[in-house]
Nanobody, 120 residues
Framework: QVQLVESGGGLVQPGGSLRLSCTAS????????MGWYRQAPGKERELVAD???????TYADSVKGRFTISRDTAMTTVYLQMNSLKSDDTAVYYC??????????????WGKGTLVTVSS
């Protein structure tokens, strides 16, 4: 079992920055990948960025060059540094962790979400 807790959301002005944190507890050694998804009202949840235990990073095209995902070596905490924020970045951001179990059998864990609002 893995528990995820997000922090760092809030209200920022366009062009500003925020750093989100996600702390994992429980069966930490079972986590193979962690990342961030976001969901705005009326839209589907979408991948923002993720990072594997080996350090491989994936970013959505909409955030490349602006957001940076990082982790500690134990995969206890994952961060999302968000720079040059835009109004379209406004969403609830969810931490995600994945345990690889086989094709079509991956186990996903989710945090409760943290709200990021980009507005003047």
């Amino acid at each position: 079992q893995v528990q995820l807790v997000e922090s760092g959301g809030g209200l920022v002005q366009p062009g500003g920055s925020l750093r989100l944190s996600c702390t994992a507890s429980g069966s930490i050694s079972s986590i193979d990948k962690m990342g961030w998804y976001r969901q705005a009202p009326g839209k589907e949840r979408e991948l923002v960025a993720d990072i594997s235990r080996g350090g491989t990073r994936t970013y959505a095209d909409s955030v490349k060059g602006r957001f940076t995902i990082s982790r500690d070596t134990a995969m206890t905490t994952v961060y999302l540094q968000m720079n040059s924020l835009k109004s379209d970045d406004t969403a609830v951001y969810y931490c995600n962790a994945v345990r690889y179990r086989g094709i079509q059998r991956d186990m996903n864990y989710w945090g409760k979400g943290t709200l990021v609002t980009v507005s003047s």
